[in-house]
């Protein structure tokens, strides 16, 4: 395998694949390859990268046995397609138009004792932003700069969080162990996959051709929001599935950001606070195999929709259930971003900038940044890592309920998959180079330097002509890419294919 591939696929999959319960012959079976040096950072994200993809791609070959009879099908993992998959925001062009971009107010400030970063991408978070800073809504860079550089990074953040905002103070991974939130989230492994109810087995839907795809026929609700959530059901729509997002009129996602991560997918508008609304759901739920959640928890219980309250309505139901900090601890009800758990994990200080960073770095980072100042990872892989993780614990509950019967809950957090990185993939995995680390080289003669283009492909669709990246989950039968691209949010009917 070369380049500590056997070290980080046992320090990686292994853990996560024990805990859905696999048969470590599906992993033992794996052929990875792709050229090296990808994703560099100090901390092992390419290994996080390729664990999380690693374990996804056995689930979808497991089910796809279960559908279409026979042995699993072989699973490749391309660390060249993981990779780019990784920065598919990054990558994405409508029209020639770039659109991942994080806003002017969601970077990295300097405070009176130290570091913030907040994040601003939506409307209602820049407000709030401005508001808990006592700014107008006509503030500027400067402005915040201005009015943060006499606070305290960890006054500010509970001001501006107390206000519905979001910023966190930048910790390092030993002031992030002390912390409340960091004990309890220290206490739970990296994916939990738990019954949550008695339910009988629910025949897969017959076959409609020959092969099958693993998840076609099966019906998911999406209630995710960028970025961990949507790439775990758009993953399940290459697989077949029947996605159908439900928007919040008055909170409805970015139009770009589901120009990436909608593709497979259709988008309806639904508001759960009318009567209508929740008729509508009742209506869609009670023939849904899956419900992906990615609200902070709590969020959505006034709408009766917990775990538990969702299978008791629908048994045999699978529920993912995706936040950033996890379900208790202080901040168990608090919002978060990729980009914010870093801040507060450890992360941010440990790949704190010693030299000039690439464009896509400074992107991520929040802009260059002088040497010493925190910074962040190549990619949002707290993320995209976190995305393939539920996706995987879907299939293999999909499975096992075919068979066994019951309803399942899969449980996920950005801090845990931030923890998974911090400790039991960096223990043990190979020396990884840090932030403006030239370029990947050849593995080999004739493996050839790494090109996202190989990974990237170009689609018309209703937002115009997309170049998007391709998914990296792949296994003999596996689609090429999405039936369908993705369209407007929140145009879409309130039905079921």
């Given at each position: 395998m070369g380049r500590g591939h056997e070290g980080a696929r046992h320090s990686g999959t292994d853990l996560a694949w024990a805990a859905l319960g696999g048969d470590p012959a599906l992993t033992e079976g794996i052929a990875y390859g792709g050229p090296p040096g990808l994703l560099p950072a100090r901390l092992p994200v390419m290994s996080l990268a390729r664990s999380t993809v690693a374990v996804c791609a056995p689930a979808a070959a497991g089910l796809a046995a279960r559908r279409n009879g026979g042995p699993v099908p072989a699973v490749r993992v391309d660390d060249g397609a993981v990779a780019t998959a990784f920065l598919s925001e990054r990558h994405l062009r409508v029209d020639g138009r770039a659109c991942s971009s994080f806003a002017p107010l969601s970077r990295f400030w300097r405070t009176a004792d130290g570091w913030v970063r907040t994040h601003a991408n939506y409307p209602h978070h820049r407000a709030r932003l401005l508001r808990a800073l006592d700014l107008p809504e006509t503030a500027g860079g400067a402005d915040v700069e201005a009015g943060l550089s006499g606070r305290r990074a960890e006054e500010t953040e509970e001001t501006v969080c107390a206000a519905g905002g979001i910023a966190v103070a930048v910790r390092t991974p030993e002031a992030?162990?002390?912390?409340?939130?960091?004990?309890?989230?220290?206490?739970?492994?990296?994916?939990?996959?738990?019954?949550?109810?008695?339910?009988?087995?629910?025949?897969?839907?017959?076959?409609?051709?020959?092969?099958?795809?693993?998840?076609?026929?099966?019906?998911?609700?999406?209630?995710?929001?960028?970025?961990?959530?949507?790439?775990?059901?758009?993953?399940?729509?290459?697989?077949?599935?029947?996605v159908l997002r439900i928007e919040a009129p008055q909170l409805q996602e970015s139009q770009d950001a589901h120009s990436d991560t909608g593709f497979g997918e259709r988008s309806t508008a639904l508001d759960l606070g009318s009567a209508a609304g929740r008729a509508s759901f009742e209506e869609l739920l009670s023939r849904a195999d899956v419900v992906a959640t990615g609200y902070r928890p709590g969020a959505l219980d006034r709408f009766?929709?917990?775990?538990?309250?969702?299978?008791?309505?629908?048994?045999?139901?699978?529920?993912?259930?995706?936040?950033?900090?996890?379900?208790?601890?202080?901040?168990?009800?608090?919002?978060?971003?990729?980009s914010v758990v870093q801040v507060a994990t450890g992360i941010a200080a440990v790949e704190a900038d010693t030299g000039p960073a690439s464009a896509d770095a400074q992107e991520s980072r929040g802009g260059a940044r002088r040497n010493g100042t925190p910074s962040a990872l190549p990619a949002q892989a707290l993320d995209h890592g976190t995305g393939y993780l539920p996706a995987?614990?879907?299939?293999?509950?999909?499975?096992e309920q075919s068979r066994t019967g019951g309803s399942f809950l899969a449980t996920l957090a950005l801090a845990?998959?931030?923890?998974?990185?911090?400790?039991?993939?960096?223990?043990?995995?190979?020396?990884?180079?840090?932030?403006?680390?030239?370029?990947?080289?050849?593995?080999?003669?004739?493996?050839?330097?790494?090109?996202?283009?190989?990974?990237?492909?170009d689609t018309d669709s209703p937002l115009g002509r997309l170049r998007h990246a391709l998914s990296p989950v792949s296994f003999d039968g596996s689609p090429a890419t999405w039936a369908t691209p993705p369209g407007h949010c929140g145009t879409d009917a309130p039905v079921w294919q």
């Open positions: 992030w162990r002390a912390h409340p939130q960091g004990t309890a989230v220290a206490a739970h492994p990296l994916l939990a996959l738990a019954p949550l109810g008695d339910a009988p087995a629910r025949p897969l839907p017959p076959p409609a051709g020959s092969p099958m795809l693993p998840a076609a026929g099966l019906r998911v609700l999406d209630l995710t929001r960028v970025i961990a959530g949507p790439v775990a059901t758009r993953t399940l729509a290459l697989l077949g599935a029947d009766g929709l917990t775990p538990e309250a969702l299978a008791a309505r629908r048994p045999g139901l699978v529920v993912a259930r995706i936040s950033a900090w996890g379900e208790d601890g202080p901040w168990g009800g608090r919002r978060g971003f990729d995987a614990a879907v299939l293999r509950a999909l499975t845990r998959t931030a923890r998974w990185l911090m400790h039991d993939l960096a223990d043990g995995a190979e020396p990884h180079p840090g932030p403006g680390t030239p370029g990947p080289q050849p593995e080999a003669p004739g493996a050839g330097a790494y090109d996202p283009a190989h990974h990237l492909r």
